[in-house]
């Protein structure tokens, strides 16, 4: 079946052109061929959709698939992009980092520029300055409390797997969430994915701010199968340690010095001293030095520092804070909801060599350079794709919270952090930051994990940021995190700080007020359906937000507030090497 699906991701990128998308070779386009964006992004379209509308996931990206119906041509461009700076807040500082292979996007200097195309001056997420206080205060807590704890995810797996090839030719949810994971976090239903722990990227991404996800890994049959062709779990575990010491390490150190804790693997099945003591044992839990290939079955294979080997896939959905119950009732713990904001696939389509990773970067560089607008091949039925054979698809909730396919503008909000961002290990963010050993190989949760510093750093990396952006995110609207972790005056409260970096799920868990407020706030964006002007819940009106650019400097470089030292890796030294027992077997 893995084979029959990814033949047919094959032929549809044969066949884009017949749906309206641009071809291969093509990257950007000029941008005059931008249709008019004057006043940013349009109202939401009415779908004409009700209570009575038959569920159809794939209906709205058919009807918008063809780039004609794309108002923002930078879509790729991500909100927090447009942040007011004011020469001290320094929120860029996490994505735009000095470049090391295979990442060579050394746009670091980004921090003190806004390097927008003409389209991109002007802001389209207008959402962020919509006002919803009155809409917000009048949805019952019960009501959006019942919303997020609905499961939106098996309709979506049902009609999408009753449906032929022909009809659809992309990703069909294969993961039965509600089987859930066993203690070393593989999908119990059989599918091969496995989930992993991971320090979520600062910012946007912390439950604090309104999402809570979760990511799971699957290598390509191969790599889960020993010499003689037979299904390993023990050699899948192998190579997933390979791949691991490969990805998260620092890439300053070099390979032969590299040393990475993994779970228990059994190394005389390799027939490679992976911890280098000189001998084979049954169980190790140190790489040291990368060896020069994968084993079992994949043993042909190369490792590539930093780099994933071809057919590898990425499952990764986006749901609401649960609050948990309200304290004076019971004590359920905050956490994910039942409900997906969005589902989220990748897979590497393509393993570029060193020259065409290469190339691509220097081609996107002279793209933007002579004004370009992003171009990517692919439609919303099988995903798009970007310069580095990755390719990506994604659901989001219609207007009755149902999961559908994105459309063709939708998709292209995904491409940009994941095409040329300098941050990614080979566009990627979450397994880079996987809690190492046994201890990551579970479902996803911030219970028991501390405030690990990046990298080369000696600051935790939430304190880090707290201190280089002045805020909890980059809209420095986060009011709630402003008064737990900051003095009156402006400056990190670090008492406060210290006290919580042993455990992220209370340093970054909202309260339940937040998490409700934030809730219906989306809910509201959900049945707008207006994702096209953003999907970041606010809470009132942002004012530290360009509603466009006239000032190319974001005053940072005058006032000596760049960062060159910004890294996706983390340090886990100071971690003690364990398991850690609250972390839960299975998903909401």
Known sequence: ??????LALSLSLITFTLSGALGLAACRQPDDASPSTEGGASAPADTGASASTPYD????????????????????????CYTKSEGRHNPCWVCHVPSRYPNVMADWDLQGSYQFSKVGETNHWSNLFVDRREAM???????VLAYVREDNYPALRE?????????????RPDLDFAAGFDDEGFARDGS???AFTYKPFPGAFWPTNGSTDDVLIRLPERFRQGPDGNESRAIYKLNLAILEATI???????DAALRWTVEPVDETLAGVDLDGDGALEASVTEIVGLPERYVGGAAKHPVRRGLYPEGVEFLHSVRYVDPGDDPRDGDAEPG?????????????AKELDKWAILAAYEAEAEDKDEGMLPVYAGSPLVGLRNDFGWQLQGFIEDEQGRLRAQTLEEHYHCMGCHSNVGVTADQTFAFARKRPGAAGWRYQSLAGMPDVPQAGHAQGEVAEYLERVGAGDEFRANTEMRARFFTEDGRVDEAAVAAASEDLSDMLMPSRERALALAKAYWLIVREQSFAAGRDPVLAPVATVHERITD??????????LYADGTLRLDWSAEPNDENDDAPATAP
């Not at 205060?137 to 009501?143: C, G, L």
């Open 1 to 6: 079946m893995t084979m029959r699906r990814d």
């Open 57 to 80: 996931p794939l209906a709205l990206a058919r009807d918008n698939r063809d780039l004609d119906s794309v108002v923002n041509r930078e879509a790729s461009v991500p909100p927090q």
């Open 137 to 143: 205060a009048a949805i019952p807590d019960e009501a």
């Open 159 to 171: 009609h999408l797997s009753a449906l032929s090839e022909d009809e659809y030719p992309g990703y």
């Open 192 to 194: 091969h994915w496995r």
């Open 248 to 254: 998260a390490t620092d890439l300053k150190v070099d």
């Open 336 to 348: 994910m909801s039942a409900r997906m904001k969005e589902l989220r696939y990748s897979v590497k």
């Open 552 to 561: 190319a400097s974001t005053g940072l470089s005058e006032t000596g507030k």
